[in-house]
């Protein structure tokens, strides 16, 4: 950490223990406008879950053989993302005619993440380049992230009794910041389905598709504006809610619900302290009229002491 | 100290006639523990005996096999119940610190000081519960000193409860220092207590409402009739009502439990200022009724109070928050303590069952997955919450907590 942000952050502390400020908002920090994304078609997976092998590959997440990854019974159960295991592949049915849709899940990457505002330690930081990442070496493992995070991602090693980390897809942020490398799941997708870029020109490309096809997908690209925008982003041929989306989420932040309160609080905090610190000076200085008029006090060391002071 | 005669002359025995007097309670050691062998004391110990080993289990074989939590339910009732309502039922410290020091209402002199020492043992046996919640409670200071998550309002709360114990402490320190005989001391931190209070009352009301806030960042997981913008609010005015109500259903066990301590004492007296107490608590509840009220009409969600969820909505706000209130009216309208005892007694289980809802039963009502405690989890809470009955029932046999050290001037 640099000196001055480090001076900055002190003053940030002693005034948060004080009456409760600070508050370094996570956009400033961090959002750039050359940063990647990933567009998930959905209507072009085929459901081989290739992007599991390679994801537990290069995260050395305990793996299996790619070729049991074509078992297809796992797609029986919808499945969530958990501590060895940063993406998964969930089948949906098309309400119409049944046919299956495949639909990859992992962490979205929040342009202004739920989990990082959540993190008392800050152990979370939104990348130049996109990227979400965590930080083990501060974390105290109160899994308020987990809480936060709208999609349900991050997920934690419950198992380990001394040095439990939450785990989450890291979009690759050690594979991304070479030019010219993409997330391990992005490589090994076989077909169309994954797209990795500047995450404006994924935008671009996505409302481009949906303009060329518009019978193919719906008018909507999941991750645009969701939650404030995610950094991956999903077409679809049948509504999203269809496929494991909640759609209910709205637009703001999660960042921003909680700004308001912190806010409130400082100020509260601050214009609280007066009318307290002044109702106290007022007890106690009626407790030394008391003393005062109490002279007969069978406490007499006392007595005189307030008479001195008052 | 009481008036007995020091052993001057004899120089070895002091030591052991100061842990007579103020460990023993003046026995011996042998007959010390025979007075010890109660029943109560009986079922401490059996709960203990296994609440001691589960705590162990937790430590070396981790959360994993010690608790029910998953990854889509990361909070359990360490959360929920030991810190939501643990923290909310110390709120006494607060409702009686305010009215005592800075309202001026010396009349509550003797609710003053168990009600801080409950609030002080709540924090800080919340805190130790919370520690076994914790991935790695090694670190619980970092947010302190190594790393500050600044947009968190869980960094408020870490950095409120920690400044409040020591606020807290300050408050309850003077009878510490009466019991230890330290005259300089006492008078000290006597006059820092007011301080203490104005800095507590503030604190305390902002992560009051923070941990009611903790949920406001989770819109897609908590029931809409729980879920509102309104919940740092809610969650502080049920703080406060549930200071008044713990105060007199505290008052009441204490003077059941405590009563040699409390031999000569205005019992009319403390009828008349339970009564009182209890029209706030009603005033409270009236209060933060309409405000449930005015969440659910800014959610429009009307439709939801005829699901499964809505009728257990409406059984807790009708049952335990607007019943309550009339309960405390009429008791207070017909000079009925009985009638308020109990309304204390029922709005108190309201608001954990408030603080159950919001954070586990309503919370997560549409993941594909539920959450019940493991028998080890609740064995934990159990166990901390009979360590701190016990240890304040160690400090009130011993200091001055029922009533006024006869050696002292009572506080201001």
Excluded at chain 2, 155 to 169: D, E, G, K, R, S
Excluded at chain 2, 373 to 393: C, D, K, N, Q
């Amino acid at each position: 950490m640099h000196r001055r942000e480090f001076l900055k952050r002190a003053a940030c502390i002693s005034g948060t223990a004080l009456i409760g400020r600070g508050d370094v908002s996570a956009e400033e920090a961090h959002i750039h406008a050359d940063r990647y994304g990933v567009l998930v078609d959905t209507t072009f997976c085929i459901g081989c879950r290739r992007c599991e092998w390679g994801c537990n590959e290069w995260n050395k997440n305990p793996n299996q053989p790619i070729k049991n990854f074509e078992d297809k019974t796992v797609f029986q159960t919808v499945r969530r993302t958990h501590a060895a295991t940063f993406t998964v592949v969930n089948r949906f049915k098309k309400p119409d005619d049944g046919t299956p849709v495949y639909v990859k899940k992992q962490c979205m990457h929040c342009e202004n993440p739920g989990c990082l505002s959540a993190c008392f330690v800050d152990a979370f930081r939104k990348t130049e380049k996109g990227a979400v990442v965590y930080n083990p070496d501060v974390c105290v493992g109160c899994r308020y992230c987990m809480v936060a995070c709208p999609f349900d991602i991050p997920a934690y090693e419950y198992d380990k009794p001394i040095t439990p980390r939450v785990t989450k897809c890291t979009f690759c942020f050690d594979r991304i910041s070479t030019e010219g490398k993409v997330p391990a799941c992005v490589e090994i997708c076989p077909t169309e389905t994954l797209r990795f870029g500047k995450r404006q020109d994924l935008i671009a490309l996505a409302h481009e598709r949906i303009r060329n096809n518009p019978r193919r997908y719906v008018n909507h690209v999941y991750g645009e504006h969701e939650v404030g925008g995610t950094s991956w982003l999903y077409l679809s041929a049948v509504p999203f809610e269809q496929i494991g989306f909640r759609t209910d989420l709205g637009k703001k932040s999660i960042p921003d619900m909680s700004k308001g309160f912190l806010f409130m609080t400082k100020v509260f905090e601050v214009i609280a302290a007066w009318p307290l610190v002044f109702a106290a000076f007022y007890a106690i200085s009626k407790v030394k009229d008391r003393h005062n008029k109490s002279g007969t006090s069978s406490h007499e060391r006392k007595t005189d002491e307030h008479g001195k002071t008052a | 100290m009481r008036e007995r005669p020091m052993n001057t002359a004899r120089q070895p025995d002091r030591a052991s006639s100061w842990i007579r007097d103020k460990v023993f309670l003046g026995m011996s050691f042998r007959e010390y523990l025979k007075s010890n062998m109660t029943v109560a004391n009986g079922i401490a110990a059996i709960i203990l005996a296994v609440a001691i080993p589960v705590m162990v289990y937790r430590l070396v074989y981790g959360l994993g096999p010690s608790t029910n939590l998953t990854d889509t339910n990361p909070w359990g009732i360490w959360i929920g119940v030991d810190i939501l309502c643990g923290i909310v039922l110390a709120a006494g410290g607060l409702v009686m610190g305010t009215m005592y020091y800075l309202f001026g209402m010396k009349q509550y002199h003797h609710f003053v000081r168990p009600a801080i020492l409950t609030s002080l043992l709540g924090y800080i046996f919340a805190v130790f519960a919370l520690l076994f919640d914790l991935g790695r409670y090694y670190r619980l200071p970092y947010p302190m000193v190594v790393s500050f998550g600044l947009t968190s309002i869980m960094f408020l709360i870490a950095w409120h409860f920690a400044l409040y114990i020591m606020a807290l402490f300050v408050e309850w320190s003077p009878a510490l220092f009466e019991w230890l005989n330290l005259r300089k001391l006492r008078e000290f931190f006597s006059k820092l207590a007011v301080w203490a209070t104005v800095f507590g009352v503030i604190i305390a009301g902002g992560h009051q409402s923070a941990l009611g806030a903790l949920f406001v960042i989770a819109p897609g997981k908590l029931h809409p009739l729980w879920y509102s913008e309104l919940l740092p609010v809610f969650f502080l005015i049920s703080a406060i009502i549930a200071g008044l109500s713990m105060v007199i259903v505290e008052s009441v066990l204490t003077h059941r439990v405590f009563k040699k301590q409390v031999e000569q004492f205005d019992y009319a007296e403390f009828d008349k200022l339970t009564i009182n107490l209890g029209k706030g608590a009603s005033a409270g509840l009236i209060v933060y009724f309409a405000l449930k009220v005015f969440g659910l009409a800014h959610s429009g969600r009307w439709d939801l109070l005829n699901t499964g969820y809505g009728y257990w909505f409406l059984f807790e706000i009708l049952v335990f928050v607007l019943l309550p209130a009339f309960l405390f009216a009429y008791g207070a309208r017909y000079k009925n303590v009985r009638i308020t005892r109990w309304t204390a007694v029922m709005t108190v289980i309201g608001i954990v069952l408030n603080r159950v809802n919001t954070s586990l039963i309503a919370f997560n009502w549409n993941a594909p997955e539920r959450y019940y405690p493991l028998w080890t989890e609740v064995a934990l809470t159990v166990g901390v919450i009979t360590m701190g009955v016990l240890t304040f029932r160690w400090i009130v046999n011993r200091m001055a907590i029922l009533y006024d050290h006869p050696d002292y001037e009572s506080m201001h």
